[in-house]
Antibody, heavy 116, light 107 residues
Framework: EVLLVESGGGLVQPGGSLRLSCAASGFSFSDSYMSWVRQSPRRGLEWVANMNQDGSFKDYVHSVKGRFTISRDNAKNSLFLQMSSLSVEDTAVYYC?????????WGQGTLVTVSS | IVLTQSPVTLSLSPGERATLSCRASQPISTNFLAWYQQKPGQAPRLLIYGASSRATGIPDRFSGSGSGTDFSLTISSLEPEDFAVYYCQHHGYSPLNFGGGTKVEIK
């Protein structure tokens, strides 16, 4: 069974940083493109970043470029999202998902709240 | 590419046919258009990709069609579990935008 479990969300002040993790199991993680997608009442569903199998290609939505970094550890079947210079606009549920351009499997999400 | 979904809310009864629309601000190449279903408290679930290909395990009452700038998701006969929010998403190139969603509610 495919399983994606996100962690690392929480409350952070504007300008702060947070690192999200996604533990993957039940499929060949090292052969899979992976993505982060977020959802908020204000912005709806929004693709955030994706990364190819060996990490040599990464892409980001314009609004997070230079602030967020996607990375992976294929030996540990894990995906990460390092977020810095957070603003209230980044408040959302962050999902880890399998795929680069569309997503057949998603985690349950982790809530990031940016507030003073 | 900006995706506009209509209607915002669709009120129907079980057994009825649902037709949801997704219009793109510019033509979507090679019909790279996906549809998702989302229920409260759950992650989105992929229904359709490539405009008309059903994802694994999706019942055949769900079908996608369209090309260029106009796409549709049809649910041939609504089951009780189909009442949810539906999103379209273009998957051709970055940024991979979503539409604003259509809520299918019980009439």
């Amino acid at each position: 069974e495919v399983l994606l479990v996100e962690s690392g969300g929480g409350l952070v002040q504007p300008g702060g940083s947070l690192r999200l993790s996604c533990a993957a199991s039940g499929f060949s993680f090292s052969d899979s493109y992976m993505s982060w997608v977020r959802q908020s009442p204000r912005r709806g569903l929004e693709w955030v970043a994706n990364m190819n199998q060996d990490g040599s290609f990464k892409d980001y939505v314009h609004s997070v470029k230079g602030r967020f970094t996607i990375s992976r550890d294929n030996a540990k079947n894990s995906l990460f999202l390092q977020m810095s210079s957070l603003s209230v606009e980044d408040t959302a549920v962050y999902y880890c998902a399998i795929g680069g351009n569309y997503w057949a499997s998603w985690g349950q999400g982790t809530l990031v709240t940016v507030s003073s | 590419i900006v995706l506009t979904q209509s209607p915002v809310t669709l009120s129907l009864s079980p057994g009825e046919r649902a037709t949801l629309s997704c219009r793109a601000s510019q033509p979507i190449s090679t019909n790279f258009l996906a549809w998702y279903q989302q229920k409260p408290g759950q992650a989105p679930r992929l229904l359709i990709y490539g405009a008309s290909s059903r994802a694994t395990g999706i019942p055949d009452r769900f079908s996608g069609s369209g090309s260029g700038t106009d796409f549709s998701l049809t649910i041939s006969s609504l089951e009780p579990e189909d009442f949810a929010v539906y999103y379209c998403q273009h998957h051709g190139y970055s940024p991979l935008n979503f539409g604003g969603g259509t809520k299918v509610e019980i009439k």
